[in-house]
Every structure is written in structure tokens, then in C-alpha cells.
């Protein structure tokens, strides 16, 4: 369905998210003629350059991240029509006259500000903004992520936004919201009977949730040298997706009911303080080794060749939640960069049945695994026991029944920013944190990063291209249990 017609300014227009996420899935939704209007999309930058050179930009950024096969000539050059472009240093509060002039009335058009540049100019950016008197009662702002550093950081930049943008209009995004699978992962809890009354802790024995990146730091290493994984992954993503495994089932998924049954999830996760941050954590860094048979270099290398950093590229993590649904089940988190494959999973792993009617000889009973894969190969699979066919004696099998998403759903599903970028547009806030979300999900990260400071527990190398350090294995292993991959 097309949205309401929008002026849609992107703070960092030029910047690497912008040209790699943002631009692509514009052109994606103007070509399914859900951009409709005079819509336009107005990049900020502070580079001096013509509104031509910048269409010359985003063509480039097109030409790489969209196939050609999508690339219909006429959608290219109707897209790139809707792009403008003004030079502006947004920090300062002069020269806001281009922007102002290139913005149509507040009343005739959404207007969304976009910040897609570095946390610490949020404030900054939405004040100016204010005195330029370029923000009404209507217009929406899309705060990306990271949130701040820590609790402290997001307060303030929570603050700092909150006197410009009343919290119904702050749309603070991420993007593992807006994955197909991600969503899924509602429909397959609350749209079947079948899950629903087997999921908490009589019927599960644990969790397990794996994001594993096969690439490093990708030029990032500034940034990602300052945050690491447990800042970068875990704080928002990861919570996330815990928060979707774990909530109760929400009354709808209107505004803010489902960010109400998210919030008990994050304010139920027990701390993980100094005493047990060893048991419980796993630091991991890379060093050189091989990816798809290629050699890489290591995480310092990456860094321009400095010999230390104390910044993790690999965390695990057991967790739990402390309430009636979860009591005795752990949450296994795990992320990290230069693993062997690209590959998002989370693993239901269900209790063993009580008792075997079989016996020894027909085979060991293994229990009911439900893997919901969230990328790449976006796809569903309930491993049961099943006879194998034969005469003879009875023997049995774990198989998966499998669905795949590609095999069941032949045309192409958005990126994860289209819909989000649409869902601004409507106004509707239901797939973003909430401030109160963010605060929580930082107490709990802020924990951690106190008690590794404390305990002076430092990052173990792991060769590009390994599941990590020994450590994260033993982190089951202790428990006897192991990592989906690995069985
Ligand atoms: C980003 C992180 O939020 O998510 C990156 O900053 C990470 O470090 C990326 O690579 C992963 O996203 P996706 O959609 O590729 O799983």
C-alpha cells in the first residue's frame, strides 16, 4: 500500500549506512510504487558537493547493492529524481536556510528527520533543528543505532532528544525489527496452537541464539574498536530477539503492546555481576586465519597493525530470566566476527521425553530441536523421531521437517530497512524501542562491562574463521550441553 506523501531528510546522506541500507531501500519501495507523490528524500551532509553529484553517488551505491535484474532503468531514474541534496554542517546553528527552503510545509507532507550519524551529534542535530523551526507537532525522528556508549550516554542523548521530539515521534530503530524471519518468529509462536503451550520450562531445556558474521570489521574499526560486540550486537539486536523468544503473548501487536510484555522480559534478566562474570561470559578477539579457504588478517591488523586492544569481536553468554515461564532455562547468546559462515539461528531445544518405550537398541532417542533460521536460508526445522523404514528390528532417527522460506515464498521479501523506513513513515512505532527499553537493555550490558573492568577478564584469541575460543564450548560444555553447530 502507498504511504502518505514524505520529505524524508537523511542526517550522514552520504555516509556508508545511508548508501548501503537507506538508498537501496527507497529505490526498492519506490519500485513497488509504494513511494508516491512529490515524496522526496533530502540528504545532509557536510561535503560541498551538487545535488548531480549526489545522484551520481547513490547510482553508484545502486549499481553495487542492487541486483541488475532489479534495476529497471525507468524506477532508477524516477528514484533518483526524488533525491536532493544540502550541504550543511548540522552541528552549528547557521546555515540552516537550504534545508529550510527545501523542505515543503509541514502540514501538506510527513516530514521524517533521519539521524544516521554519530550518537554524540543527536542532541545537537535536534536542537538545531528546533531553532531553525523546522520541527512541528507532526513531524518523526529516526534515532540509529548505537544509543549512546552506555546507560549514562543514552539517558543524555534520551534527554537531549526528548525536549525536541515528544517519545510517540522518536522512532529509535533496529534493524533486526524489520528481518522477515524476525517477524516470523511472532507468527510462528502466536499464529500456531501447536508451540505456544510447550514454551517455558517445563517442556524446554534451554535456548540458544547465534549471529555469526563471517566478515571482520569492515573499515569500521574506529568505531567497533570503542564498542565491541557486546556493545554492538548484544545491547540491541540480541536483547531483541530475547525479548521475542521469551515475552508473553502480547494482547496485539498495536503500539505499544508488544514493547510492554519486551520491557518485563529485559527488566526480568538476572545481572551478571563480577562473582560469576567468568562462568557466565566468554571474551573472544580474533587473529589471523582463513574464511572460505582465504586468508584473513586479525583483528589488530585490522585495527592499522596496533599490538593490543581489549575490544571483544566474539561474546557468549549465559543467561537467565528470573521469572515463572523461565525459571531453570538458560539463554545461550553468542556473536561473533570471522566465524566460519554467515549464519543467524535460534535453537529451541526441548527436554528429553521421560521415558523410552523403545529400548537400548533401537537408538538413542534425541529430543525435539526447533531451529528457526533467521539469515541466510531463512527457513524452520522441528527435528522428531521417526522409525527408519525397514524390517528388522525397530530403529529409530532424528529428521527434520523443514520449511524453507525460499522453496515455500517465490517472490523476492523486503530488506529489513524497507519495511522499518515505511513503518516511520506511517507513523507506526510498534517495531522500535521504546526509551525505557533502551535503558534497560543498558543496565543489564552496563553490568557486564563493570564486571569484566573488574575482574580484569580480557578478550581470548581465536583464529579467523573458528567458532572461538575453546571457552565458549566449555560454557555448554559445563552444563552438558553444546552448541547447535557443533553436534
Ligand atoms: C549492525 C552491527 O548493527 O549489524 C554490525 O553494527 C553487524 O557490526 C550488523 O555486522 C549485522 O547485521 P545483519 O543484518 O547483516 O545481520
Redesign the pocket.
Known amino acids: 500500500l502507498p504511504v502518505p506523501p514524505f520529505d524524508f531528510v537523511v542526517f550522514g546522506g552520504t555516509g556508508d549506512l545511508s548508501l548501503r541500507k537507506l538508498m537501496p531501500g527507497l529505490f526498492y519501495r519506490e519500485a513497488d510504487r509504494q513511494i508516491i507523490g512529490d515524496s522526496r528524500i533530502i540528504a545532509v551532509s557536510r561535503t560541498d558537493q551538487t545535488v548531480g553529484q549526489f545522484r551520481n553517488q547513490v547510482a553508484g551505491a545502486l549499481d553495487r547493492y542492487v541486483p541488475a535484474a532489479d534495476r529497471h532503468p525507468e524506477v532508477v531514474e524516477r528514484f533518483l529524481a526524488r533525491l536532493h541534496y544540502v550541504a550543511l554542517d548540522a552541528t552549528r546553528g547557521e546555515g540552516w536556510g537550504d534545508l529550510r527552503d527545501a523542505l515543503a510545509p509541514a502540514e501538506e507532507k510527513v516530514r521524517v528527520f533521519y539521524l544516521a550519524t554519530s550518537p554524540s551529534l543527536f542532541g545537537a542535530i535536534c536542537r538545531n533543528l528546533k531553532d531553525a523551526g523546522l520541527v512541528s507537532d507532526t513531524c518523526r525522528v529516526v534515532l540509529e ?2 544509543l549512546g556508549h552506555d546507560r549514562k550516554s543514552a539517558q543524555a542523548i534520551n534527554e537531549e532528544v526528548g525536549a525536541v521530539f515528544p517519545e510517540e515521534r522518536i522512532f529509535r530503530i533496529d ?2 525489527l524489520g ?1 522477515e524471519s524476525v517477524q516470523n518468529l511472532m507468527v510462528l509462536r502466536f499464529g500456531n496452537a501447536l508451540f505456544e503451550p510447550l514454551w517455558d520450562s517445563g517442556w524446554i531445556d534451554h535456548v540458544q541464539i547465534t ?1 555469526a ?1 563471517s ?1 571482520g ?2 573499515g ?1 574499526a574506529e568505531y ?1 574498536d570503542r ?1 565491541g560486540a557486546l556493545r ?2 548484544v545491547q ?2 540480541f536483547l531483541q530477539l530475547l525479548c521475542l523468544v521469551a515475552m508473553e503473548p502480547p494482547s496485539s501487536l498495536s503500539e505499544d503492546t508488544m514493547r510492554n510484555e519486551k520491557i518485563k522480559v529485559l527488566r526480568a534478566l538476572r545481572p551478571i555481576g563480577a562473582a560469576e562474570v567468568k562462568q557466565k561470559t566468554v571474551r573472544g578477539q580474533y587473529r589471523p586465519g582463513a574464511v572460505d579457504g582465504k586468508p584473513v588478517p586479525g583483528y589488530l591488523e585490522e585495527l592499522g597493525g596496533r599490538n593490543q586492544s581489549n575490544t571483544e569481536t566474539l561474546v557468549s553468554i549465559k543467561c537467565e530470566i528470573d521469572n515463572w515461564r523461565w525459571g531453570g532455562v538458560p539463554f545461550y547468546l553468542r556473536t561473533g ?1 570471522r566465524m566460519p559462515t ?1 549464519c ?1 539461528e535460534i535453537v529451541i531445544q526441548f527436554k528429553a521425553i521421560p521415558h523410552n518405550v523403545f529400548g537400548k537398541g533401537a537408538g538413542e532417542l534425541a529430543a525435539n530441536k526447533l531451529v528457526i533460521r ?2 541466510p536460508d531463512e527457513g524452520v526445522r522441528l527435528s522428531i523421531m521417526t522409525k527408519v523404514p525397514g524390517p528388522g528390528g525397530l530403529r529409530l532417527r532424528s529428521v527434520p521437517l523443514n520449511l524453507s522460506y525460499a522453496e515455500a515464498f517465490k517472490d523476492r521479501y523486503p530488506e ?1 530497512y524497507e519495511r522499518l523506513l515505511m513503518d516511520v513513515v506511517r507513523g507506526n512505532p510498534a517495531l522500535f524501542m521504546r526509551r525505557d527499553e533502551v535503558d534497560a537493555a543498558w543496565a543489564w550490558i552496563d553490568t557486564i562491562q563493570a564486571a569484566w573492568v573488574e575482574t580484569d577478564m580480557k578478550p581470548e584469541p581465536y583464529s579467523a574463521g573458528s567458532w572461538g575460543p575453546i571457552s565458549s564450548a566449555l560454557l555448554l560444555a559445563r552444563d552438558n550441553r553444546s552448541w547447535h553447530d557443533a553436534e
Open positions: 543505532k548505537p534493524h533486526y528481518k549471529v558474521e566478515i570489521v569492515e569500521r567497533y564498542a554492538d550486537m540491541n539486536h566476527k554467515r543467524s533467521l539469515q529489513a
